[in-house]
């Protein structure tokens, strides 16, 4: 018998409709009081971890549902994560790059309360509990399952902010799906390197390109003291020529500058060599993270720096190039 653990961290999946229509956290998460109906050969235990809106959700929180995972991970045979939608990928992504466990984790959520009608939580819970309990979702890195699809941890976005089929892999699209009570899967992601941390590094930034931006919030960041910065650029990775006399100044200062693309698909490249195209901003020192979103990126860059990771080895991790 297959051996399942389920951790609630909240989110809207265990939320409720108040007596003004509002969605609040319950007091307590009716979702521990539910089993999924599955078949006798998969035995089910559940831990609330955390209560939380994904919105609370922390690198903190992160780390702390990561270590938990890790200390009871060789007691199951598979374990499924509920989140909140909105910072899902994140944390699921962060699992990715931090766990080392034998047995696949599967997270999930939902768009709608558990009260509201046609409730995709439960749904959505089963959908993850039978992939978690699948011997082909073995060795697939950290998967992420909602609306009876399979996503990898690394690839996966939320795409819309209310509909039930939200995540999407633009560049990939999903590894499989659950259809007629079948796990099936149509790909399998290259395992990636995973690093263990025992804290996460702070003072991280995320910005984003935009017509006319100038140089104040780098300038701002870099008198504040940054650990890293991570910008979304245009198109394969350009920035207005107005931000690099502080970006060179933050390099100079060894703090890391990551580049991804702002763009809903595709990666960063080195193509254009006029002032602020990539080519140029590479020649720089910026790091260019292929196939991550500016979040993703984000997460990437806080594992590195808190694994310890410095200088090529930094960069070699950040250019996201073993997938």
């Known amino acids: ?191 990636q390197t995973s690093v263990q941390i025992d804290h996460v590094t702070d003072k991280l930034y995320l910005f984003k390109a935009f017509a006319g931006m100038n140089a104040d919030l780098l300038n701002l960041v870099e008198q504040a003291g940054s650990n890293g910065i991570v910008i979304e650029g245009f198109g394969a990775g350009n920035l207005p020529p107005t931000l690099i006399p502080a970006i060179k100044r933050l390099i100079a200062k060894n703090v890391p500058v990551v580049l991804v693309s702002r763009t809903f698909n595709g990666s960063v490249a080195p193509i254009y060599a006029y002032e602020g195209g990539a080519k140029q901003l590479q020649e720089l020192g910026v790091i260019l993270s292929h196939n991550l979103t500016g979040q993703k990126a984000m997460i990437r860059l806080q594992v590195g720096l808190s694994a310890g990771l410095n200088g090529s080895r930094l960069t070699e991790y950040l250019k996201n190039e073993d997938n």
């Open 1 to 191: 018998m297959k051996k399942i653990l389920i951790l609630h961290t909240g989110g809207t999946i265990s939320m409720q409709t108040d007596q003004h229509g509002s969605i609040e956290t319950s007091a307590v998460n009716p979702l521990v009081r539910q089993t999924p109906q599955l078949t006798d050969q998969v035995s089910i235990m559940q831990e609330e971890v955390f209560n939380l809106p994904s919105p609370h959700m922390t690198p903190e929180t992160m780390l702390t549902l990561a270590q938990r995972i890790q200390a009871v991970a060789a007691n199951y045979d598979g374990i499924v994560v509920t989140h909140g939608t909105d910072t899902l990928e994140e944390t699921a992504y962060f699992l990715d790059l931090t766990l080392q466990v034998n047995c696949p984790v599967v997270v999930t959520g939902a768009m709608r309360s558990s009260d509201q009608t046609s409730a995709d939580g439960p749904a959505n819970i089963k959908a993850a509990t039978m992939v978690a309990a699948s011997d082909k979702s073995v060795n697939q890195g950290v998967l992420v399952v909602l609306n009876d699809q399979i996503f990898a941890a690394r690839f996966v976005t939320k795409t819309h902010t209310t509909n039930l089929a939200t995540f999407q892999a633009p560049l990939t699209g999903p590894l499989g799906a659950i259809a007629d009570e079948q796990v099936t899967f149509f790909a399998q992601v290259p395992q």
